[in-house]
Nanobody, 122 residues
Framework: QVQLVESGGGLVQAGGSLKLSCAAS????????MGWFRQAPGKEREFVAG????????YYADSVKGRFTISRDNAKNTVYLQMNSLKPEDTAVYYC???????????????WGQGTQVTVSS
């Protein structure tokens, strides 16, 4: 099993920045890819970004390209999401996910965190 704990959410004004962290524990050696998803009130969960643990290859949703950056620190078993130029429509609960075989945009991740709230005020 893998446990994921997100942190770093909060309230920020439009145009501001936040950096989310996701710390993995347990059978971390089994992780192939990690991703960030988000879910806004009344909307379906959507993919934000993914990263392959071995070489750092990344995948982004079009809505965040050029504004968000996903990165990883394998020594710390931690994945980050740097969010710049935030917009009110980025407001959502952000979830970290991990997979033994995948790092793309589909919800094919076996492990999920509890989520952290990000609120962007206009």
């Amino acid at each position: 099993q893998v446990q994921l704990v997100e942190s770093g959410g909060g309230l920020v004004q439009a145009g501001g920045s936040l950096k989310l962290s996701c710390a993995a524990s347990g059978r971390t050696f089994s992780i192939y890819g990690m991703g960030w998803f988000r879910q806004a009130p009344g909307k379906e969960r959507e993919f934000v970004a993914g990263i392959r643990r071995s070489d750092g290859s990344t995948y982004y949703a079009d809505s965040v390209k050029g504004r968000f950056t996903i990165s990883r620190d394998n020594a710390k078993n931690t994945v980050y999401l740097q969010m710049n130029s935030l917009k009110p429509e980025d407001t959502a609960v952000y979830y970290c996910a991990a997979s033994r075989t995948y790092y793309g945009p589909r919800s094919e991740y076996e492990y999920w965190g509890q989520g952290t709230q990000v609120t962007v005020s206009s």
